[in-house]
């Protein structure tokens, strides 16, 4: 193999594995902290992608701007969503009704996003060509999105980083996801974890989807395939480890790729699939082991 | 300063607590005792809001706190430690004491300071950077203790912090809580299985024993471990 | 409402029936917004209208096809009644056209009870049909069971599969595999290309497209087929594949495609500069995503495989242009041509029926030929054998008519009656 197809391989490999894992950590971040399987979160990538879309095509306003625009929106729906699960759902303290309450209510939203969606815009695919000349770099030619788009996830996640590991909110997070009945104990203000779990979760779905609309085509129902991938892939690293998320997204980025590249495509998703179940089947907790302390 | 009134609780057919009626003096030290399932954890994870009474209330400086949430009642100035540590696994020493210092300052900067400070006083600076899971049993009780200093409590509930550790330890851990009383101004609720070191290294001021969630004797502590009820109650388990 | 959360941290009965209560409500309100997007203005009359049902899917794997389908018929319902209807033998006069329909979710179990729920419960007097070829399938016992004859859509069905069926009701307008993979085969040979690569996804389309295509070129042996792969629908990344291609540099790519890989192999052809003088999409290099994905100078000398082009006939460009006025621009897709072609199927078979009688319209279909602005029909054992396949190609952002072929396999040949756009070839790189 030539040295520029290594190059290339990599580079698609983490293309696809930054996104990937930036999306099982928004997933699980909410989920272990909150205990509520958010069904609606595949629904907010499709709606940041919608918004990107639309802004681009109506006004022309670049999708790197709709990093943030979309953010805001996202965030702004968002707080109601957050009011009606803490009303209904949070203030239990029975982690089973949370879980289940929670997949019901969500999933009702995420049922009325879609039609919503559907009505608004129509089923159709969607799409849009922004910067999709290719460039060079260091002899392997990337459509020049593509490599924006994987620029982004990578900062993107030394943010996240940051924000879990050096920071008050991280630590207070992090202790939330470990061991929530102690940090209530401590005197942690639950409520406000719980929305920053929320907000964070929905700035990761709404970057995500603003990065997969530039590459991919969009529709109202999309949300689900990436849900599924999420939930998945936050499996395999580890329920409540973040980092478990990253690497096991990254991981399957890697695997996806060279599959493709050896093997060939068709057997693709019978060797993942294949791979998933000895993880779990050896290592139940997770690639990188779980985070929280009662699961 | 905390009373209790007639607390019960139950799980399923067993009587956890069955009419409870105590209450703790500012500033004192006051051993809690019992046999092995006699309801004293429960007793204090309902203080704390952790469980739900079925009946009776708690009063904190006069204050109803019997249906608060944890974190309103710690905020009021309860903090506790618990039956065989719970610290979060994945943070370093420093940061499990941050966590705690968070709410009393909402800036980081000042979370740290504080406990900083704790942790001199504890003498564990040189483990502040260590990840909790590298710990020995003994230092993971004192990063318990130091994390519930850091919370500046009024009341301090201290589930079984001897178990398994060596003579000199425990007067270690007997030493801080006295300072925690003399220079904190604290007040102590403490369960222990080892009443030596009630008796000998802390000298608390009063012990109160539990059976079967009941309240069964309360009063100076030659009293109450020489009380008849107490005696049959702990038959071949203590080591006075 | 407040005194109920005095008990704020336990489940209690109380909250349990709000959230049933609040799950309940949003049930309703999406209902009802289901309701009103599923449900045109439906007028009860005697006779003056001709009641047609079908399930079509707006919501599922097959929403985005599903949807243009949809709206295919809806702009016939429209063409048709503006002209006051369709003229029936029977009544003396024009009965103008009314739907019924409901979004299957692009599941064929439940797409089979709504084709029962609209002929028994409903009664409607006639059906089209609904999206996908798995879809088509599960109707089809239940179309035979109730005598209603349907003129098939976006069902690609292999000629052998259609005989083992042994279905007397259901029609199939698209060309069969066989149909489509010989005029592309026709088109190649035209072209005098020595090398192909063929690629595929893997559905059951798709596959015999690119078998029975590998097997035509091998028999006229104008070309060798250095690559022939396949790879699953929801691939992320064909790059492994397209490296190859690039390595065996062939003249010809063909990509028979499910719509949304066709975006994917096109971008990665141009990340890989892989340039071969023809590139031939299947489904999806004529849809609207494909359109909005690449500016023009990446889509111009890309063909994509179709079924008909609004500038053969100017009544297929009405259309068009009526479509276009409602719901904004869409190219002239396979589904648009298809959708048309069996509303104006079925249109004529009630005209030359003179009566809604689902028997008399079914033996009209089976033995008529019927003339449309989509090319000629006549159906031979439940196939349209007089199908065309066009191949367009985006020039300067449209789709150009550039080789168009008539009849069924095997009596494939091209047909020259069509003015056709100046191919380019080959291809200008990306
Ligand atoms: N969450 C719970 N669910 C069910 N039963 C419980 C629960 N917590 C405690 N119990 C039961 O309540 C009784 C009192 O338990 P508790 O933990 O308060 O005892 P304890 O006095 O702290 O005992 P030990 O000295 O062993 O710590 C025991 O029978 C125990 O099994
Ligand atoms: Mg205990």
């Known amino acids: 193999m030539e040295i520029t197809n290594i190059f290339f391989i990599i580079f698609l490999s983490l293309q696809i594995g930054l996104i990937y894992g930036l999306i099982a950590l928004g997933f699980n971040l909410l989920y272990s902290s909150t205990r509520i399987i958010n069904i609606t979160y595949g629904d907010f990538i499709t709606l940041s992608g919608y918004i990107t879309f639309w802004l681009y095509s109506l006004y022309n306003i670049s999708p790197f701007l709709s990093l943030g625009i979309s953010s805001f929106f996202l965030i702004l729906f968002t707080l109601p969503f957050f009011y009606i699960l803490e009303k209904f759902v949070l203030s239990s303290k029975n982690i089973l009704y949370i879980e289940i309450w929670g997949v019901i209510i969500t999933f009702g939203f995420s049922i009325f996003l879609q039609g919503t969606m559907s009505y608004l815009w129509s089923a159709q695919s969607r799409s849009y060509a922004y910067l999709d000349n290719v460039i060079d770099f260091f002899g392997v030619s990337f459509l020049l999105n593509k490599f924006l788009t994987t620029i982004v996830a990578a900062l993107l996640i030394f943010l996240l980083y940051f924000l879990l590991f050096k920071t008050n909110i991280g630590i207070m997070l992090r202790g939330v996801i470990q061991d929530p009945e102690l940090a209530s104990n401590l005197g942690l203000n639950m409520r406000k974890i719980f929305l920053i779990a929320f907000i964070i979760s929905s700035f990761i779905a709404s970057i995500s989807g603003v990065l997969l609309s530039m590459s991919f085509e969009i529709n109202p129902f999309m949300g689900s395939i990436y849900l599924i991938l999420a939930f998945v892939i936050a499996v395999v690293g580890g329920i409540g480890n973040p980092l478990g998320s990253l690497i096991s997204g990254i991981l399957f980025g890697f695997v996806d790729v060279i599959i493709s590249y050896t093997i060939g495509p068709s057997l693709k998703f019978f060797i993942i699939y294949s791979l998933l179940l000895l993880i779990l089947i050896y290592r139940p907790w997770g690639l990188m082991g779980r985070g929280v302390r009662y699961a | 300063m905390l009373e209790i009134r007639n607390i019960s609780k139950h799980f399923g057919g067993i009587k956890a607590l069955d009419n409870v009626t105590l209450s703790l003096n500012q500033n004192e030290i006051v051993g809690l005792i019992g046999p092995n399932g006699s309801g004293k954890t429960t007793l204090f994870n309902v203080i704390c809001g952790l469980l739900k009474p079925d009946k009776g209330h708690i009063f904190f400086n006069g204050k109803e706190i019997t249906n608060l949430s944890p974190e309103k009642i710690s905020r009021l100035g309860i903090s506790r430690t618990f039956q065989g540590t719970r610290l979060v696994e994945d943070l370093t020493v420093i940061e499990n004491i941050i966590i705690a210092t968070l709410p009393l300052t909402n800036s980081y900067d000042k979370a740290e300071e504080l406990a900083r400070t704790v942790i001199n006083k504890l003498g564990i600076e040189k483990i502040g950077e260590v990840k909790v899971t590298a710990l020995t049993h003994y230092e993971r009780k004192i990063v318990e203790l130091a994390r519930t200093i850091a919370c500046k409590p009024k009341v301090v509930l201290i589930d079984e912090i001897m178990a398994g550790l060596s003579e000199e330890e425990q007067q270690n851990i007997a030493e801080i809580m006295v300072w925690m009383k003399k220079e904190m101004n604290a007040t102590i609720f403490w369960i222990e299985h080892i009443i030596r070191a009630m008796i000998k290294l802390v000298k608390v001021d009063r012990i109160i024993a539990l059976e079967s969630g009941k309240l069964i004797a309360e009063g100076k502590p030659e009293e109450v471990i020489t009380n008849k009820n107490v005696i049959e109650a702990y038959l071949g388990i203590t080591n006075v | ?430």
């Not at chain 3, 990344?237 to 063909?254: F, Q, R, T, W, Y």
């Open chain 3, 1 to 430: 409402m407040k005194k109920l959360y005095v008990n704020k941290h336990a489940i209690t009965k109380i909250q349990t029936i709000l959230i049933i209560t609040v799950i309940v409500i949003a049930a309703i309100a999406g209902g009802l917004i289901y309701y009103f997007m599923t449900q045109p203005t439906q007028q009860v009359a005697q006779k003056t209208s001709i009641k047609i049902g079908f399930s079509i899917s707006l919501s599922g794997v097959g929403a985005a096809a599903g949807t243009e389908q949809y709206r295919a018929y809806e702009i016939w319902r429209k063409w048709i009644n503006e002209q006051g209807g369709i003229y029936v033998e029977e009544y003396k006069r024009k009965l103008s056209v009314e739907f019924i329909y409901y979004d299957d979710a692009s599941e064929p179990a439940r797409a089979a009870s709504l084709y029962e729920k609209l002929i028994v419960e409903d009664k409607v007097d006639l059906l089209l049909a609904p999206w996908g070829t798995f879809i088509h399938l599960a109707i089809v016992p239940v179309i035979e069971k109730y005598k209603i004859p349907v003129v098939g859509n976006t069902a690609g069905v292999d000629i052998e599969k259609i005989n083992e069926l042994n279905t007397k009701y259901m029609f199939f307008t698209w060309p069969e595999p066989k149909t489509s993979a010989f005029s592309l085969t026709l088109f190649l040979e035209e072209l005098n290309v020595k090398s192909v690569a063929i690629l595929y996804a893997q559905t059951d389309f798709t596959v015999l497209n690119a078998k029975w295509n590998k097997q035509y070129i091998e028999e006229k042996g104008f070309a060798d087929v250095v690559i022939y792969e396949g790879y699953p629908l929801e691939v992320t990344d064909v790059s492994g594949i397209l490296l190859k291609v690039k390595d065996k540099n062939p003249e010809a790519v063909v990509v028979h495609s499910y719509p949304a890989d066709a975006i994917l192999v096109t971008s990665q052809m141009k990340e890989l500069k892989i340039n071969p003088k023809v590139f031939i999409l299947g489904v999806g290099g004529q849809l609207l995503a494909y359109k909005q994905r690449f500016d023009d100078q990446t889509k111009e000398g890309v063909i994509a495989i179709n079924n008909w082009h609004p500038d053969f006939y100017p009544e297929s460009k009405e259309l068009y242009n009526k479509y276009i006025l409602e719901y904004g621009y869409n190219p002239p897709s396979h589904t648009l041509g298809l959708g048309w072609l069996s509303c104006l199927v079925l249109q004529q078979a009630i005209e030359k029926a003179g009566t809604l009688n689902p028997e008399k319209i079914r033996e009209k279909l089976a033995t008529e030929t019927f003339n449309t602005p989509f090319g000629e029909v006549k159906f031979e054992n439940q196939v349209n054998i007089k199908s065309l396949v066009v191949f367009d190609q985006w020039q300067e952002g449209d789709l150009k008519p550039v080789f168009v072929t008539k009849g069924s396999y095997p009596n494939v040949e091209k047909a020259t009656e069509y003015k056709l756009a100046q191919l380019i070839f080959p291809k200008p790189e990306w």
